[in-house]
């Protein structure tokens, strides 16, 4: 299993990032299996974000909820996360994987947002 993030980078607070995921080697579609973003901050324990069932029910964390907007393309076998209005805090390797994780995480990609 494949779990290739892509899309982080620098941007000053306020600005706007669009992370994608995409799944290789796996099932994508099941009807117990959501999809998420998590980040893991410098001396941080890996937090969750945002996921997504199979049905595009969303839940997002309360620190990012109305900014980030998760979405998925069964087609594509993606995973997107719009992070708009960001701040310093939200700095992070970024991570995707299911809900209640169950593969070996990737390496993530980095998003830095300076004050």
């Known amino acids: 299993v494949q779990l290739q993030a892509s899309g982080g980078g620098l941007v000053q607070a306020g600005g706007s990032l669009r992370l994608s995921c995409v799944v290789s080697?796996?099932?994508?579609?099941?009807?117990?299996?959501?999809w998420g973003w998590y980040r893991q901050a410098p001396g941080r324990q890996r937090e969750f974000v945002a996921g997504i069932t199979d049905n595009t029910i969303t839940d997002y964390a309360d620190s990012v909820k109305g900014r980030f907007i998760i979405s998925r393309d069964n087609a594509k076998k993606t995973v997107a996360l719009q992070m708009n209005s960001l701040k310093p805090e939200d700095t992070a390797v970024y991570y995707c994987n299911t809900v209640s994780p169950l593969y070996a995480w990737g390496q993530g990609t980095q998003v830095t947002v300076s004050s």
């Open positions: 080697g796996t099932t994508f579609r099941s009807e117990n299996m959501g």
